[in-house]
């Protein structure tokens, strides 16, 4: 027999409040209807107040209304023509005891009630707020619109563009960071292929699973900025973006984020950096439709790098003799084609020696030399020492210490 619509809503916001361990409400009128077990503490079902102010709220949008309390904790309320839908609480920030009784003291709930709250990311709470309007209104929503409307991050795109100006002229580089490179390797290589969807997807998918990464919340995610804007910067120039172009956008997006006391506008600040820095690598790409010969070696060069590479499949992709390649590379290029290749596979090494926790011998096989030996002797031809001292030269020696 098939469910009535109410039927189904009730079975999907059952399961979602204990899959997520929070608070599900219907309203409409004075009757509220929970789909929480246990859930007569929840500040949503014990506090009139917080109703009542979610409720008026959400009457002014036509958009789901997400608020944050003085505790950061989030809650949301989607209106529809009959009922109000309450969500919540929805921490991004661990309570130790204390906050946790001031959150609940807040709300006029005892001491005996306490219990500790999920955790979520900022991401995963846009996400669950997009279901749930999905289920009530039949209503789609990107989380840039929940963003907007709710006024989440304080920082408009076009007051970026503005301080990016005057920022230009005091620009660094910073480069204290690590990270294993199995976990963003798919992220870069969307930046250097200069694939904007797919790298701003990656980067929050990503989210939930790093680790701890700071004392606090904001230093996490903090530090999470500027390890993620950073790597992709890199991971542009490597795509073709001029270094100090690279250099300048990164920095700017790094030195907000340092300043910046919100974790929505730092999650912002990270996503929009990478999404420039892909646009930029992908406008280069887009011109390069018709460049020399030479550019399109190094095109090739730059995406096949793990592959076995020969002179004569590059040609062929280009349509002209081996020899006449090679003379015009080594012209324009200044160096033969194997020492570009070379020189490639030595900067993609040098990049993980420092950023990943990859021994040396699993390093020179995923660039594609044929033995550690053979790495070692080119690696030390182009950066006069080996590939351990570079490593002890260059590797931080912490991964972001706490201020």
Sequence with gaps: MQKSQ??????????????????????????????QKNSAHNPLHHCAE??????????????????????????????????????????????????????YRTYGIPETAEKNLHLFTVTEILHLVCILAKIVTDTEYTDRQ????????????????EEQILFTLKS?????????YQEERRLLDMVREGNVAEAVRLSKEMDPEVGKLGASELTHWRNMLVIGVTLCARAA??????????????????????????????LAYRNHAIEELTKRVQELKTRRHTSSYTEQ?????????????????????????????????KKEAGICIQDYVNDVRIERAANLLIYSEESIPRIAEYVNFPSQSYFGKIFKAKKNMTPRQYRESYKPTEFLEEK
Excluded: W
């Excluded at 039927?7 to 009128?29: C, M, P, R, V, W």
């Excluded at 929940?146 to 563009?161: D, G």
């Excluded at 990164?250 to 919100?262: A, R």
């Excluded at 070696?297 to 006449?324: M, N, P, Q, T, W």
């Design 6 to 35: 109410t039927e189904y809503s009730t079975y999907l916001f059952t399961h979602l409040s204990e899959l997520q361990n929070i608070g599900i409400f219907a309203i409409k009128d004075t009757e509220i209807i929970s789909y």
């Design 50 to 103: 917080l109703q009542t102010y979610l409720i008026e709220s959400a009457k002014k949008q036509s958009i789901p209304y997400i608020c944050k309390d003085d505790h950061q904790a989030y809650f949301a309320c989607i209106r529809t023509s009959q009922k109000y839908y309450l969500a919540g609480p929805m921490c991004t920030t661990f309570f130790n005891k204390t906050q946790r009784h001031k959150f």
């Design 146 to 161: 929940l963003l907007n409307a709710n006024h989440l991050i304080p920082v408009t795109r076009e007051q970026e563009a």
């Design 172 to 180: 660094d580089e910073e480069d204290f960071y690590r990270h294993s």
């Design 237 to 266: 120039i490597e795509g073709g973006l001029m270094p100090y172009a690279a250099y300048r956008l990164s920095g700017y997006y790094i030195n907000k984020g340092s300043e910046c006391k919100d974790i929505m506008q730092i």
């Design 297 to 329: 070696c190094k095109d090739y060069v730059k995406k096949h790098f793990r592959e076995k590479i020969y002179l004569d499949d590059i040609a062929g992709k280009l349509g002209i003799s081996s020899s006449y390649l090679s003379r015009l590379f």
